[in-house]
């Protein structure tokens, strides 16, 4: 099982920019791709993007289309979620995922997103 701790969450106004990351504990070569879910109140949680670590091919939740960018460094260890005109309704708490190529996921601690209006 691969630790993933992230950083970045915090309290922003409607328009600005936050930038999340993501480090894995090591390198893990069974990791086809990494990404963020995020979990809002009363919600379940939802793929906000994710990139694979071979080709780095990217999807994304379709509103958030335009204003975030996810990317990685290191191949396999980090990840970064680039969030620009966050939205109240980005309010939510940001999840780091690691899906392995045997079907299972690890996940991060969770950080809190707040986008105030």
């Known amino acids: 099982q691969v630790q993933l701790v992230e950083s970045g969450g915090g309290l922003v106004q409607a328009g600005g920019s936050l930038r999340l990351s993501c480090a894995a504990s090591e390198t893990i070569f069974s990791i086809r791709a990494m990404g963020w879910y995020r979990q809002g109140p009363g919600v379940q949680r939802e793929l906000v993007a994710t990139?694979?670590?071979?080709?780095?091919?990217?999807k994304y939740l379709d509103s958030v289309k335009g204003r975030f960018t996810i990317s990685r460094a290191n191949a396999r260890n980090t990840v970064y979620l680039q969030m620009n005109s966050l939205k109240p309704e980005d309010t939510a708490v940001y999840y780091c995922a690691a899906e392995h190529d045997l079907g299972y996921t690890d996940w991060g601690q969770g950080t809190q997103v707040t986008v105030s209006s």
């Open positions: 990139i694979t670590t071979s080709v780095g091919r990217t």
